[in-house]
């Protein structure tokens, strides 16, 4: 069994809950895949070997989607890791498959273990495009100890946007960070906060799922909240 990757959170300032390693997340075969491999359509299994050595995690030193390095968000990993009251543990990024070639390659599913129950997860991330405002450019898969689902949409100007946009004019969207590349770009994080309807029941596993459209999510931050 995976293990869990979260540590408590032992510092004050912040709400108090468990700080999410996302190095410990690994890529989740597709639907579609597994459909055609074996006839099931659970995205549950782990990608094989061919999918790639834990493609999509992205050390916040170095660039993102394949970019140079001088695109790096260094200055995203340096931050006291407080955003709007919540405690992240900073270090890596998940980035998920996109249309864009950059993303082409990347996975269309994350998996994060957790083994721990949580009243909030709170979430700090972006996306590597823009899209149009409304559209739905992935979701979260929060999967429950005893097997049920509950979907998180990530909509693009409500709870997330790109991470090069750093002009808000939405007071629904929350924007806990602005800081820039070593180049000199510009660049943001949001963040989103999910009330859990099923707090007394242990979250097994987060699953981030793409899209399929250009705006490929990137997940920085996740902490689960008491």
């Known amino acids: 069994a995976a293990r869990p990757a979260w540590l408590a959170d032992q510092q004050g300032g912040a709400r108090s809950g468990a700080l999410v390693d996302l190095a410990s997340a690994s890529p989740r075969a597709s639907a579609s895949a597994l459909a055609s491999a074996s006839g099931s359509a659970s995205p549950s299994a782990p990608a094989s070997a061919g999918d790639g050595a834990a493609p999509g995690l992205v050390p916040l030193d170095r660039g993102p989607f394949g970019l140079e390095d001088g695109y790096a968000l260094s200055s995203l990993a340096d931050a006291p890791g407080r955003f709007g009251g919540v405690r992240y543990r ?71 946007a790109a991470w090069t946009e750093t002009e808000v004019d939405t007071l629904d969207l929350e924007q806990p960070w602005q800081g820039r590349t070593p180049n000199g770009l510009p660049v943001a994080a949001y963040q989103l906060r999910w009330r859990n309807p099923r707090p007394d029941v242990p979250i097994d596993r987060i699953e981030i799922v793409a899209g399929g459209g250009i705006a490929a999510p990137i997940v920085f931050g996740v902490t689960l909240l008491d």
């Open 90 to 160: 900073l270090g890596t990024a998940l980035a998920l498959r996109g249309t864009h070639p950059r993303a082409g390659d990347l996975p269309e599913r994350i998996a994060i273990p957790i083994g721990r129950a949580a009243g909030t997860v709170a979430f700090l991330h972006a996306t590597g495009w823009y899209a149009a405002e409304g559209e739905t450019v992935g979701r979260y898969e929060i999967v429950h100890a005893d097997g049920v689902r509950s979907e998180v949409p990530l909509v693009y100007g409500a709870n997330v």
